[in-house]
């Protein structure tokens, strides 16, 4: 059974930094329900949207979502584990990633990022630099439950904590700490 994760308090919190930051050429990785792609394209100096997801669900709901919003012009959505097909390079990657801890009996990819709940983010850390322009950055959503390390050779810039009934959630600004030119 396919499941898509629909705007909750981590959407809103990523949302609100999406309004405020990004420009130019944008990768909404994980797109769920489409409201950071969707939201992104409404900027007048946001250029090209690229989402992906790996849920075929996912990317037909964003599809009518962008339709919906007249903004089906300036994103391109399509299925991609990660950055398996991803090509170019970005000005912001934008992730609200399935971060919480497994639970064995529960089999839930809108929010399971693994036993310790960071393995799906660790994955993306470890790719993301490769796919950013020079000065590109990232917009990242996780949970006092995670377990992240804030490293991966990234200066990690807290926007805003977010205290919930079992956890705190951040969104996070993540600049590469070295460029990769290639």
Known sequence: ???????????FLLQ?????????????????SGIQAVTAAKKNVVQKVVAV???LEAIEV?????IENNVSDKITVFKSNLFEKICGKFDWILFNPPYLPSEKSINDSTWDGGETGKELIS?????????LNENGQILIIYSSLTGINQNYGYDWIV?????LFFENLFCALLKP???LKS
């Open 53 to 55: 997801d790996i849920n």
């Open 62 to 66: 964003t599809k009518k979502f962008a």
């Open 123 to 131: 994955s993306f850390l470890n790719q993301a630099k490769k796919y």
């Open 177 to 179: 700490l070295i460029n």
């Open 159 to 163: 926007l805003e904590e977010q205290n």
């Open 16 to 32: 609100k930094y999406v309004e405020k930051f990004v420009y130019g050429k944008v990768l909404d990785m994980g797109t769920g």
């Open 1 to 11: 059974m396919c499941s898509i994760y629909f705007p909750a308090e981590d959407s």
